[in-house]
């Protein structure tokens, strides 16, 4: 798979440049060049490869070179942060080492993740050897090379994306609007007004990783995966760290910006008003020695409510808005006993997780279903459950308040 593109060449002689632009070519790799003076800040244009001539200047200083060169990279990732590969063109390799140093002692710049010296004229009538310099380079990297790859596999996937939705909308005979229209609508129903975005992420990203996984299958793509990861060996248990990080990255999203309150949301529900709802519940009689909100707020946990609506109920408004929630709680990991996570109603619906910088223990309480309007809440959204854990944790819900015979809380 060619994975070497979104390329930055940076040159003052434009006919060297457009030598190299050539060889990258020849390779099935597309490059962008442009003179010192033309690259600012407000380039739309996040590179993977920056190929940079080493003599940008002809005053002959070489600190006022680097200097140059190290704005120059100020200014590509000013407001976006890059994994990127710097390669340099000198054919002196001192030069090379006093620009990486140079390039390496400023913490404010966005630091590449491998540095590379080539020669102009070594590649300029032999472009294929160009490649594999890159690639022997990126050989040793094997992770960066897994996210390059990554990244065309995404490319390739958005582009097939794009032509799925151009060629429904011409098989339909429907403009593109009305048709992204009706997605949203199949989404979310009557509830698309003010959430039109949310509506439409979904059933673009159904055709999106449904383009992800034929590219997947490819067997060339495969093999470079299955060789990529065959010599790391799993020892163990995660590190702590990394484990809570993961699952924080494929369990909760709190990027959530809809204005309504839908399934899968968790919203903030202070102890006091959760104590409240509790007041409320027969349920709660039998529990007097062991409510939950007394012995939680003693450990500094954040309360909140899961809104678990039916999804189909939720977009066709049956509910007459009125949602069903569960009480959630976010506690401090160090303050969360195994005793507690182990307890019927949470041991299969906790989770750990890193929450505004720290790490917490997620519980989902099984045993209440609270209906209630859910209009006041949307401004204490904490974050949103991904779908394939919230589907889950609401089953188990259902699955605990359906349960056969004699119940105890």
């Known amino acids: 798979m060619d994975y070497l593109s979104d390329i930055l060449i940076i040159d003052d002689n434009l006919e060297e440049a457009y030598d190299l632009a050539g060889g990258f070519a020849k390779n099935k790799c597309v490059s962008i060049i442009l003179k010192p003076e ?40 000013s407001k976006n942060k890059g994994t990127y590969l710097f390669v340099a063109w000198t054919r002196n390799k001192n030069e090379f ?16 993740v491998s540095f590379l010296s080539l020669d102009k004229d070594e590649f300029k009538d032999q472009p294929s050897k160009l490649k594999i310099k890159l690639n022997k380079n990126l050989d040793s990297k094997k992770g960066l090379k897994a996210l390059l790859i990554w ?13 799925k939705l151009f060629v429904l ?12 229209y009706y997605l949203a609508k199949a989404n979310l129903g009557k509830k698309i007004n003010d959430n039109e975005i949310v509506a439409l992420i979904k059933p673009i990203n159904y055709i999106l990783r449904d ?23 799993a020892e163990g248990r995660l590190l702590e760290t990394i484990e809570v990080k993961t699952n924080s990255i494929l ?67 049956k509910t007459n808005d009125i949602s069903k929630f569960v009480p959630v709680y976010l506690i401090p990991k160090d303050k969360c006993s195994n005793n507690l996570r182990n307890k019927d109603y949470f041991r299969n619906t906790n989770l750990e997780i890193e929450y505004n910088n720290q790490f917490y223990v997620f519980l989902v309480d099984c045993r209440y279903i609270f209906s209630m ?8 959204k904490l974050f949103s459950i991904r779908e394939n854990l919230f589907t889950s944790y609401r089953q188990q819900v259902y699955s605990y308040n359906s349960r056969i015979g004699t119940i105890s809380f």
């Open 151 to 163: 990244n065309e596999i995404i490319k390739e996937a958005n582009n097939k994306t794009l032509n």
């Open 211 to 233: 383009n992800i996984d034929k590219e997947l299958i490819q067997e060339e793509t495969k093999k470079f995966f299955r060789n990529i990861f065959k010599d790391i060996k």
């Open 169 to 180: 909308s011409k098989e339909t005979e429907t403009d593109l609007l009305s048709l992204l």
């Open 373 to 380: 309007k859910s209009n006041s809440l949307y401004k204490n």
């Open 38 to 77: 033309d690259v600012n800040d407000e380039l739309n244009f996040i590179p993977k490869i920056i190929c940079c001539d080493i003599k940008l200047t002809t005053s002959g200083d070489d600190v006022a070179n680097y200097k140059l060169i190290l704005n120059l990279l100020k200014k590509i990732f």
């Open 251 to 317: 369990h909760i999203n709190t990027n959530i910006k809809h204005k309504n309150v839908i399934p899968g949301d968790v919203v903030e529900y202070s102890a006091k008003k959760l104590k409240r709802l509790f007041a409320f519940s027969k349920k709660d009689e039998n529990i007097k020695n062991e409510n939950p909100v007394v012995s939680l707020i003693k450990k500094s946990a954040i309360c909140g409510l899961l809104e678990v609506t039916a999804d189909c109920d939720f977009s066709n408004e």
């Open 97 to 112: 080492d006093a620009l990486k140093k140079y390039i390496e002692a400023d913490k404010e710049v966005n630091q590449p």
